[in-house]
């Protein structure tokens, strides 16, 4: 791994190039970016980590048009998401740190918290985004407040609350595909001491990608339907109590990830010459069903010298997935078949037939001293998840030729405290730790097995660990301008299994992995408020990194744990109002990681693909020493501009554009000339009018440029990926009362 130097002219040049999306439109300019990272109110400025914000207009803007969650990949610096499983199952990496695996049991390094409660499996954390205060993206390990699976950080998603003055939106917009996004809420008191807010949100899309093989049981692709609401009551009994229940719910129809056989150029990568994005030519049929309700209680009470939280909650998910996996139709053996070559024929379904998962958080945080301010804690996590994998045999019959099952139950308590201690007029000094408890319990069969393979299991594991996790952290007031700070942070991901065996016999297993990461900056605001510009240098390591083998010859799912990930970087975000009517954001930022384990090994592509690492001649795996994580952009930048022209006293005119760019990924363990993608450089533009910042009309786009790049592959069987979302473009009429 080349080794990050910074000398003062890159450095400053690094901090003139840009910021991340943090203050949002109609905000003063003096205002303070209010944030709970710390599980408490403080200010942006303040809080001693690699944090940004995304809310407001910015929130607004980018998720137009009826995106999904993926919208936030690369918004702020260091920040990556992609996905091969539709609207749902995002997977997200944050300073490279990530997990490309597709199993419904992933156990990922990047942890979603929605409104206080943390959303363990993959699907939950595809909930729709909708009336939202704000977004904080927390680069690095958190592994004192929040705990298991954070090695790379958090991502919380903080719903507006009810309030106590009559209010509410509308969002109405239709776009291209006939893609229709609609959006309200309404808020309002219910009495004395209640009061509610009741969220909406309904999108759709036609099937713009048409399936050109011969006799397709589908006509085409990427159509989908969607619903999800969110009812919340606050209870104010007394003036020291707040009582909030949160009950929200999902059902997505449709919207499935095309797969397209032979997409990539063999020997080059790449698309292949003359590729459309709005065909394709599969013979299998594509489902995506998903269902999901969940209910949370959060009651903060005065209590002492401080404030009393509960955050009792409930979730539970259920999907049916099935896809072409293979891309194509037929096979060489059982002609008409293509696009390409297709060795054989491969669909199948993985299905979430049942699924809980209650937790409980209990924390109290107090002013001990007038210089020293505590936060005790506990937390309780119980999970119970039920899968079914299938494939079919599409050439003869279409039945059914392989089923397994996964049934899994997880345990996971901990108790934690922090400290923050005013040690002077201008140092302050934070210290964390947390212990933690896991118990997981496996057991996997194989009641159906393909290509006359047979039965198999049970196969069951039982993983326990204790691990202890923490940080500390100085945080330095030079002024009132500028904050330096420096902080130490230890983290974990909890041990996995991984039994996905419709194809193969081994059930693995990763052990549990640490991280230990430094992180070194500043945050600093100039121009009384109009400009913020903070930067931070990270250096991390880790030690029995969690890996996934995904695909290979053998289309196999393994987890391996590597000895060690290195990993280095800067992160710059800075935002400037020039004027009343101009709002200027960026970021950018460097990731460098290089996985260390000179024995490691994985099976590469099935396709012929050309291999570009080592290989042991012996096994004929790919030896993966020295090189990158997968899936890890080393340079992500962004930027947004707004520019405003007032009209009247009431009314505006308004130009909002953004950028967003990622450079290239390699999508697997093993590097190879084809399974990977060049840099990806999406715009997006809005324009309009608004009246009394409570009427609004605008015209968007996203995707600008109709930019074609792919986003991952399939390496078991042919040259198969997938892509980026195409141009969407529309117009939205907003109101406010």
């Given at each position: 791994m080349t080794s990050l130097k910074l000398t003062t002219a890159a450095l400053s040049a690094v901090l003139m190039a840009g910021t991340s999306l943090t203050p949002a439109h109609?905000?003063?300019?003096?205002?303070?970016?209010?944030?709970?990272?710390?599980?408490?109110?403080?200010?942006?400025?303040?809080?001693?980590?690699?944090?940004?914000?995304?809310?407001?207009?910015e929130l607004d803007v980018i998720s137009s048009g009826g995106e999904d969650i993926l919208f936030l990949s690369?918004?702020?610096?260091?920040?990556?998401?992609?996905?091969?499983?539709?609207?749902?199952?995002?997977?997200?990496?944050?300073?490279?740190?990530?997990?490309?695996?597709?199993?419904?049991?992933?156990?990922?390094?990047?942890?979603?918290?929605?409104?206080?409660?943390?959303?363990?499996?993959?699907?939950?954390?595809?909930?729709?985004?909708?009336?939202?205060?704000?977004?904080?993206?927390?680069?690095?390990?958190?592994?004192?407040?929040?705990?298991?699976?954070?090695?790379?950080?958090?991502?919380t998603f903080e719903s507006a609350r009810p309030t106590r003055e009559a209010e509410g939106y509308i969002r109405a917009g239709y776009g291209r595909f006939d893609t229709v996004d609609l959006e309200g809420a309404v808020s309002g008191p219910l009495g004395d001491k209640v009061s509610a807010r009741l969220s909406g949100l309904f999108q759709s899309r036609g099937d713009y990608v048409d399936n050109v093989a011969p006799?397709?049981?589908?006509?085409?692709?990427e159509e989908f339907e969607e619903y999800a609401g969110r009812l919340q009551f606050l209870?104010?009994?007394?003036?020291?109590?707040?009582?909030?229940?949160?009950?929200?719910?999902?059902?997505?129809?449709?919207?499935?990830?095309?797969?397209r056989a032979n997409a990539i150029q063999p020997g080059t990568g790449g698309l292949v010459p003359g590729f459309d994005r709005f065909t394709a030519a599969q013979d299998a049929t594509q489902i995506l069903n998903v269902e999901n309700l969940g209910a949370s209680l959060t009651i903060d009470t005065d209590f002492g010298k401080g404030t009393l939280t509960s955050i009792s909650a409930?979730?539970?998910?259920?999907?049916?997935?099935?896809?072409?996996?293979?891309?194509?139709?037929?096979?060489?053996?059982?002609?008409?078949?293509?696009?390409?070559?297709?060795?054989?024929?491969?669909?199948?379904?993985d299905n979430i037939t049942g699924h809980s998962q209650w937790t409980q958080e209990l924390r109290y945080n107090f002013d001990a001293t007038d210089a020293l301010n505590v936060t005790l804690g506990g937390f309780a996590f119980f999970e119970n998840l039920e899968i079914e994998s299938l494939s079919f045999d599409t050439l003869f019959g279409g039945g059914v030729?392989?089923?397994?099952?996964?049934?899994?139950?997880?345990?996971?308590?901990?108790?934690?405290?922090?400290?923050?201690?005013?040690?002077?007029?201008?140092?302050?000094?934070?210290?964390?730790?947390?212990?933690?408890?896991?118990?997981?319990?496996?057991?996997?069969?194989?009641?159906?097995?393909?290509?006359?393979?047979?039965?198999?299991?049970?196969?069951?594991?039982?993983?326990?660990?204790?691990?202890?996790?923490?940080?500390?952290?100085?945080?330095?007031?030079?002024n009132e301008a500028l904050n330096l700070f420096a902080r130490y942070s230890r983290g974990f991901r909890a041990p996995n299994v991984q039994g996905r065996i419709v194809f193969g016999d081994a059930v693995t297993v990763a052990d549990t992995e640490t991280i230990d990461s430094f992180d070194v900056g500043f945050k600093s605001r100039f121009l009384d408020g109009r400009g913020t510009l903070n930067a931070t240098v990270f250096y991390f390591e880790t030690d029995n990194q969690q890996l996934t083998a995904v695909g290979g010859a053998g289309n196999f799912n393994q987890?391996?744990?590597?000895?060690?990930?290195?990993?280095?970087?800067?992160?710059?975000?800075?935002?400037?109002?020039?004027?009343?009517?101009?709002?200027?954001?960026?970021?950018?930022?460097?990731?460098?990681?290089?996985?260390?384990?000179?024995?490691?090994?994985?099976?590469?592509?099935?396709?012929?693909?050309?291999?570009?690492?080592?290989?042991?001649?012996?096994?004929?795996?790919?030896?993966?020493?020295?090189?990158?994580?997968?899936?890890?952009?080393?340079?992500?930048?962004?930027?947004?501009?707004?520019?405003?022209?007032?009209?009247?006293?009431?009314?505006?005119?308004?130009?909002?554009?953004?950028?967003?760019?990622?450079?290239?990924?390699?999508?697997?363990?093993?590097?190879?000339?084809?399974?990977?993608?060049d840099s990806l450089t999406e715009v997006g533009l809005r324009g309009g009018y608004v009246h009394n910042d409570d009427f609004e009309i605008a015209a968007y786009v996203r995707n600008a440029f109709g930019v074609t790049?792919?986003?991952?592959?399939?390496?078991?069987?042919?040259?198969?990926?997938?892509?980026?979302e195409p141009s969407i473009y529309g117009v939205e009429v907003t109101k406010r009362f």
């Open positions: 109609a905000q003063d300019v003096t205002d303070e970016v209010i944030v709970t990272a710390q599980k408490r109110e403080q200010s942006l400025q303040d809080v001693p980590l690699s944090l940004d914000v995304v809310r407001g207009e690369a918004r702020v610096p260091s920040l990556y998401a992609e996905g091969s499983f539709g609207r749902t199952f995002p997977r997200f990496y944050i300073r490279g740190l990530g997990n490309t695996d597709f199993d419904l049991n992933a156990n990922q390094p990047v942890s979603l918290v929605y409104d206080g409660v943390v959303l363990e499996n993959p699907i939950l954390k595809g909930f729709p985004v909708f009336d939202l205060d704000r977004v904080e993206v927390l680069r690095g390990p958190q592994g004192t407040l929040f705990g298991r699976n954070t090695p790379a950080g958090v991502i006799n397709p049981s589908e006509s085409g692709f209870f104010e009994p007394t003036g020291t109590t707040d009582i909030l229940l949160n009950l929200h719910g999902r059902k997505l129809d449709g919207g499935s990830r095309t797969f409930f979730e539970s998910v259920r999907v049916d997935a099935r896809g072409d996996v293979d891309g194509g139709f037929g096979a060489v053996f059982a002609p008409p078949s293509g696009p390409g070559f297709i060795p054989f024929a491969a669909e199948s379904q030729n392989g089923r397994a099952v996964q049934d899994q139950d997880t345990e996971a308590f901990a108790l934690f405290t922090s400290m923050e201690l005013q040690a002077s007029e201008r140092l302050t000094a934070t210290a964390g730790l947390r212990l933690s408890l896991e118990n997981k319990d496996f057991v996997a069969s194989r009641t159906i097995g393909p290509f006359g393979s047979g039965t198999l299991g049970p196969v069951s594991q039982d993983l326990d660990d204790t691990v202890v996790t923490g940080d500390l952290a100085l945080n330095y007031a030079a987890l391996l744990n590597a000895d060690a990930v290195k990993g280095s970087g800067l992160e710059v975000d800075a935002s400037f109002d020039p004027t009343d009517h101009v709002e200027l954001t960026a970021g950018f930022s460097i990731n460098d990681t290089e996985i260390q384990d000179t024995a490691l090994e994985v099976g590469p592509c099935g396709a012929p693909c050309t291999i570009l690492d080592r290989v042991n001649p012996v096994t004929g795996n790919a030896l993966i020493n020295g090189n990158s994580l997968p899936q890890a952009p080393k340079y992500i930048a962004n930027v947004s501009a707004r520019f405003g022209l007032p009209v009247s006293n009431a009314g505006e005119l308004f130009v909002f554009t953004d950028m967003a760019y990622r450079s290239e990924v390699n999508f697997f363990l093993y590097d190879s000339a084809e399974f990977r993608s790049e792919l986003e991952g592959a399939v390496d078991f069987n042919n040259f198969t990926g997938f892509i980026n």
